[in-house]
């Protein structure tokens, strides 16, 4: 099949509003998911041997294949194929293979795909993991009064006060302990020790005196809390705004259950120690729910080396649910699509070439006149995601 030439659309800005397309009817449906997989089964391997000879690369194709497979519905993954087609500049509900014998061609579809998923990881998966490093951490009341004096919510989405009331509701819900290790707080039990004594207990009744080991805990967004934070200038905020369409396609209709203020509710949220909050934030650890859904038991794993995680994990864990259910539980949809993106990022190979992107700023910063490879970025729009991680000067 013959197609002319085009330059390919680098942005899903325009192409489609996903919360208004009906699903695809089962006869385009099928014609889209073979032409799809047409496209990248004939990359797939190609670009695979390109990855392997240069460890700084990531299989574009199969990161593709894998955010429409990893799509969280039927309708989902309709949007996906619908902004891959359209994106490529090619019909959706075409009978007719493509042509890979004509060079050009092929060579014109492969930048195309290429184009695609450097879109998605420079706006969706690199923002994830550049902006979930870091929670924001309750800081001193005399600063949510400041905040809170100035007026307005929505400019300052993620208040201390707020977060401060997260992280309160969090740890009665999860009964003061991380969710993965079930080690106690440490403050909480400094002080129910200094006002109990060697009668101080746990929420569950049994004694303090007799644990081995507390930590302090920390509040972890299974959705990063930066997702709905209004940006400083129209640049960064256009760059949020695609992550947040991006996360739509992914998930259809999520968005507005985390909008606003949303994003801080218990449902998005779980309580861990400093070093699984990283490594969860990182997207190396996952939950994957059991075959009794209801009961909200999870099988925690992770894509670690056993040798780092010293035997911790796998480990099944029952979340921890308060009597009269007035905090939510971590909300299982949010909990999977986090599952998924952990997956497409270490399957592709796209969470090692994030990494290696986010240790050069770490370890250089960024200038803001390019003059470092890194200096593309500020280009894209994402100093709102990264100057909370980095230096940019």
């Known amino acids: 099949m013959a197609l002319p030439l085009h330059r390919h659309q680098s942005s899903l ?4 509003n996903f919360s208004t397309e009906p699903p695809l009817e089962a006869g385009r449906r099928a014609k889209a998911r073979r032409r799809f997989y047409q496209i990248v089964n004939h990359f797939e391997p190609i670009d695979n041997d390109n990855s392997s000879n240069n460890n700084n690369e990531y299989n574009r194709p199969r990161l593709v294949r894998l955010t429409y497979e990893y ?15 359209q994106s490529m500049l090619l019909p959706i509900n075409s009978d007719e293979d493509i042509d890979f014998t004509d060079k050009n061609l092929e060579d014109e579809v492969h930048s195309t795909l290429i184009g695609f998923a450097d879109y998605l990881v420079d706006n969706f998966f690199l923002p994830l993991k550049a902006s979930t490093r870091k ?17 307005g919510t929505q400019e300052f989405t993620g208040t201390p006060a707020r977060i401060s009331a997260l992280r309160g509701s969090c740890l009665i819900r999860d009964r003061h302990r991380c969710v993965v290790t079930r080690i106690f707080n440490a403050a909480e039990a400094e002080n129910r020790t200094i006002s109990r004594g060697s009668s101080a207990q746990d929420d569950d009744g049994n004694s303090l005196i007799e644990e081995s080991r507390f930590e302090d805990l920390e509040v972890a967004h299974i959705l990063p ?3 709905m934070k209004v940006a400083a200038d129209s640049e960064s905020e256009n760059a949020k705004q695609a992550t947040r369409t991006i996360l ?5 209709g999520v968005v507005y259950l985390i909008e606003g203020t949303e994003i801080d509710r218990p449902r998005n949220a779980i309580t861990l120690t400093p070093t699984y909050h990283r490594r969860f934030s990182d997207f190396r650890i996952f939950f994957t729910p059991t075959a009794d859904q209801q009961s909200h038991t999870y099988r925690i794993d992770s894509f670690l080396p056993p040798s780092i995680l010293q035997g911790s994990l796998p480990v099944t864990r029952t979340l921890y649910l308060t009597e009269t259910r007035t905090i939510d539980p971590p909300s299982p949809q949010l909990l999977a699509i986090h599952r998924a993106i952990a997956h497409i990022l270490h399957l592709s190979a796209a969470g090692k070439y994030i990494d290696k992107i986010l240790q050069d700023i770490e370890k250089h910063s960024i200038r803001a006149d390019g003059s470092t490879e890194l200096g593309r970025l500020l280009n894209l729009g994402l100093r709102g995601w990264l100057k909370d991680t980095v230096d940019v000067y």
Do not use: C, Y
């Open 13 to 16: 800005e325009g192409l489609i």
């Open 71 to 85: 799509a969280r519905s039927e309708e989902s993954k309709d949007n996906v194929l619908r902004a891959f087609f």
């Open 135 to 151: 929670t924001p951490q309750p800081s001193p009341i005399h600063h949510s009064a400041v905040q809170g004096a100035q007026g």
């Open 248 to 252: 739509n396609m992914f998930d259809n």
């Open 225 to 227: 809390h930066s997702l």
